[in-house]
């Protein structure tokens, strides 16, 4: 989603149900779901680094800064499959 639709969905939200929002921007340029080891997807994930998250589906994820610290991770965590759909997307589950 761009810019747009977050302010069509802003308006929307005050002008049909009267309900003011603010959206924050986060940090993140890139992310990607993550497959792999508990123990290796616990290394890469950092405070101060790629952020470790699950999405709506507990499926795991990284979030990164920038693509240059996702193109790092991808190249450093050699035991960790990075990809960019969701990996159950692929099987159907």
Excluded: C
């Excluded at 002008?15 to 997807?41: C, D, H, M, N």
């Excluded at 507990?58 to 990996?87: C, S, T, V, Y």
């Amino acid at each position: 989603m761009g810019r747009l639709q977050f302010d069509v969905l802003l308006d929307r939200l005050a002008r049909e149900y009267r309900v003011a929002a603010e959206l924050e921007p986060l940090p993140f340029r890139a992310a990607r779901w993550v497959t792999g080891s508990r123990e290796e997807i616990g290394r890469l994930a950092s405070p101060y680094g790629p952020r470790f998250v699950e999405d709506a589906d507990g499926e795991a994820m990284f979030l990164f800064a920038n693509e240059w610290a996702l193109e790092r991770a991808e190249r450093d965590a050699k035991e960790i499959q990075f990809h960019d759909i969701q990996p159950t997307a692929r099987t159907g589950g």
